[in-house]
C-alpha cells in the first residue's frame, strides 16, 4: 500500500485528487471512512472531481450515474462499474493498494 495523503487533506463528505504513479484517484471521505476511486467515469470518461458525494456513493456530474463507494457498482447501469481501490488508514495517513 501506498501513502497517497492525510486524513486532514480530505475534508468530511469532501474529496481531494492525488496524482499516484501517474494515476489520478479520487479519494472521499465519509464520517471518517475513506474510500478511493479512478478519476475517470467508466460510462464516457467525464472527470470525477466535481462529482456528488452522497452516502455511499459517488454521482457522476455528466449524466448522473451513481457509483457504490465501496465497489464502483452502478445499478442503474450494471455494464459500468467506476474502478475502486481498497483504502486503509494507518493513523493520519491514507494508505491505497494500487493492485
Ligand atoms: S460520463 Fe459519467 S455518467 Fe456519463
Known amino acids: 500500500m501506498i501513502k497517497v ?3 486532514s487533506e480530505v475534508p468530511n463528505f469532501g474529496k481531494k485528487v492525488v496524482s499516484v504513479n501517474g494515476q489520478e484517484l ?3 471521505n465519509i464520517k471518517g471512512s475513506v474510500f478511493a476511486f479512478e478519476n475517470e467515469c467508466p460510462h464516457q470518461g467525464s ?3 466535481s ?3 452522497k452516502d ?3 454521482s457522476c456530474p ?3 450515474y451513481r457509483f457504490n463507494l465501496s465497489d464502483g457498482t452502478c445499478s442503474d447501469h450494471p455494464e459500468f462499474t ?3 481501490y481498497p483504502v486503509e488508514l494507518a493513523g493520519a495517513d491514507i494508505l491505497v ?3
Open 62 to 64: 455528466r449524466h448522473g
Open 82 to 84: 467506476l474502478r475502486t
Open 5 to 7: 495523503a492525510t486524513i
Open 51 to 53: 462529482a456528488i458525494v
Open 47 to 49: 472527470p470525477m472531481t
Open 56 to 58: 455511499n456513493y459517488v
Open 97 to 99: 493498494d494500487l493492485g
Open 26 to 28: 479520487v479519494l472521499v
